[in-house]
């Protein structure tokens, strides 16, 4: 590799993070000014944080919205697991096609439609829009993606050890409980967490399928935004990072130390035998 | 009976509802509601709640209603200039910021393949973080330094690029559009392409230095057509949900921009007309229909 490359190289990184970067931190830099202005800095100042904690109205968002997170991401997870095993392990089935096209399509589908479909459904079927409505909505958008992250894991699972289980007469369900879902445990755990962030994310969605009592935290944000920009907004907005943020790289040191203390067993397997 | 229970019929079962509880899910939130937003787009608006006439009831009034089906929403859209142009203005912010994603996506993902090893995990990181959180929020964050006495003004003025009294008009312009785009789907760009780059075998661009071959010509020869699976699967993931979006061209684009997820929006929430509103959705399906199913056999492949 010359130099001139890897100097191309090093640029493009510093620029591209400082791009994704940047407006973030100014976001969060301008929750703390003193000056109602968001462009004008009026020295620092926690008010607009002290304000938040007395806004009932978006304390009561808070809690809709992590509710709807908990419940839905854990639907999510199961069903999303559940589909992963059978696009993993049933490689032939009537309706197998039509079933990896349910599962792959709303990663790509435009909001618009998901939410407007879905509360077309509701309503037909008389179902009341509102907490459960958004409940069952986020399950369904984000069980794709759980889909997706525990079949990236279920692929590179050595199979082995299920069929040595098998081999030895534990039964299929107990098997999976015993062997499976250890092994996939962290793939599932990334997938609750992207379901979980992906809900609490989500507008578009959530707007069509609310109901009275149900505002979540996007929607309230929104209807904030419209108003204009206000240095509430960006002390909410960095409340919400900072909790994403430090379960994100959280979960990832996590994760990274069980691979190592993987790597670190079988290695001294490898060694004693 | 009861061998015959544990060994045979309790594991048929077990699979058996394994692949029926997702996929009931998936038939009856996902599939259905399509045919639903199909059925209503062929009713006509009510003032009612909801505001439409139901066009079938129950199957049974299936065939005495069939006449009464009207493509009534549909003729409309093409009557009103504001949905055809909408459509076609949404593929094309969709196409343009697409290949704008391509060219400052490339560089990075580029960057991050040829870093050292121990590095390329938390780069990946680092990528995925701002994806992690809100996507209002990032687009929020773009208004306070867009706006005319916003932060980009403030720093022009302060080098001395503006006047004390000039402002920068991006805010509410499609340029506004265009970089909250790139700024929120960069990371679906950057990721499927470091997942191909990364995959590239050093060895054939040493072989072809060896050569003779200038870095530059090699790169088009050799490292391009390789990645072009990433290539493609970037492109497919952000220009499908692009031509839909709404947040984007609603906080940024301002009355100027025409979308047609921000039509459909307008129509459903301040028209509430559903039946428009279900017809203008179905449309967008149609359009996308290919490049959905395109990206389908590319994940299927991968």
């Known amino acids: 590799m010359n130099k001139s490359t890897s100097w191309f190289n090093i640029t493009s990184l510093v620029v591209g993070f400082a791009f994704l970067y940047v407006p973030i931190l100014i976001l969060v830099v301008y929750s703390f000014n003193a000056s109602k202005l968001v462009t004008v800095w009026g020295g620092f100042s926690t008010q607009w944080y002290v304000e938040l904690v007395h806004d009932q109205a978006i304390i009561d968002a808070a809690w809709v919205t992590i509710r709807v997170g908990i419940i839905s991401a854990s639907f999510a997870t199961v069903l999303g697991t559940m589909a992963a095993l059978v696009l993993d392990r049933y490689r032939k089935f009537h309706g197998r096609a039509l079933f990896s096209g349910m599962v792959y399509a709303p990663l790509v589908m435009p909001e618009v439609i998901t939410g407007l479909s879905l509360l077309l459904l509701f309503v037909a079927i008389g179902f009341d829009r509102g907490f ?54 962290p793939g599932v755990v990334a997938g609750w967490m992207l379901a979980f962030t992906l809900s609490l994310d ?25 108003l204009g920009v206000t240095p509430e907004i960006n002390a909410i907005s960095t409340i919400l990072i900072s909790v994403i943020a430090v379960g994100v790289i959280a979960a990832s040191v996590l994760s990274h130390r069980s691979q190592v203390e993987k790597e670190k067993a079988e290695r001294a397997v490898f060694l004693t035998n | 009976m009861a061998e015959r229970w544990t060994q045979d019929v309790k594991p048929f079962l077990a699979k058996w509802a394994l692949v029926a509880v997702p996929y009931l899910w998936s038939l009856l939130f996902f599939l259905a509601p399509f045919l639903i937003i199909f059925k209503i787009s062929l009713s006509q608006t009510a003032i009612a709640m909801p505001p439409y006439v139901p066009v079938i009831g ?60 121990s590095l390329r ?59 909250g785009i790139v700024y929120s789907y960069l990371p679906f760009m950057v990721l499927p392409l470091y997942a191909a780059l990364e995959k590239l075998d050093a060895t ?20 391009f ?19 839909g979006e709404f947040v984007i061209p609603d906080l940024l684009g301002g009355s100027e921009t025409l979308m047609i997820g921000k039509t459909l929006w307008a129509e459903f929430f301040n028209n509430r ?30």
Not at chain 1, 202 to 226: C, E, H, Q, W
Not at chain 2, 93 to 111: C, E, M, N
Not at chain 2, 152 to 179: C, D, K, M, R, S
């Open chain 2, 121 to 179: 995990n938390a780069l990946v990181m680092a990528v995925i973080l701002p994806f992690w959180t809100s996507f209002l929020i990032r687009v929020y964050a773009w208004i306070g330094i867009l706006k005319p006495e916003g932060l980009i003004t403030v720093a022009l003025q302060w080098l001395g690029f503006l006047g004390p009294n000039e402002q920068i008009h991006v805010y509410n312009t499609e340029i506004a559009v265009f970089i």
């Open chain 1, 132 to 185: 459960w409505a958004v409940v069952i909505a986020h399950t369904t958008l984000t069980m794709c993606f759980v889909a997706v992250v525990v079949q990236s894991r279920l692929v590179t699972l050595d199979r082995s050890l299920e069929e040595a289980a098998l081999d030895l007469g534990c039964p299929p369900v107990k098997t999976f409980f015993l062997i499976t879902l250890p092994l996939i445990l």
């Open chain 2, 225 to 243: 057509p390789l990645s072009l699976p990433g290539v493609i699967a970037g492109c497919f993931l952000c220009f499908i949900p692009i031509v």
């Open chain 2, 273 to 302: 007309d559903w039946p428009v509103s279900s017809a203008v959705a179905v449309v967008l399906l149609i359009i996308l229909v290919v490049p959905i199913v395109i990206f389908q056999n590319q994940q299927k492949k991968a």
């Open chain 2, 204 to 223: 054939l661009l040493e072989a072809a230095a060896d050569l003779g071959c200038p870095p530059t010509k090699s790169f088009w020869v050799i490292t």
């Open chain 2, 58 to 117: 129950s199957l049974g009034d299936f065939w005495a209603k069939l006449s009464s089906f009207t493509f009534d929403n549909y003729i409309f859209l093409t009557e009103d200039p504001l949905y055809y142009s909408a459509y076609l203005s949404s593929l094309r912010i969709a196409l343009v910021s697409t290949i704008l994603l391509l060219i400052v996506g490339y560089p990075i993902a580029y960057g991050m393949a040829r870093a050292p090893k």
């Open chain 1, 202 to 226: 989500d507008l578009v969605i959530a707007s069509f399928n609310t109901g009275p009592g149900a505002t979540t935290l996007p929607i309230k944000i929104y209807s904030m935004v419209r």
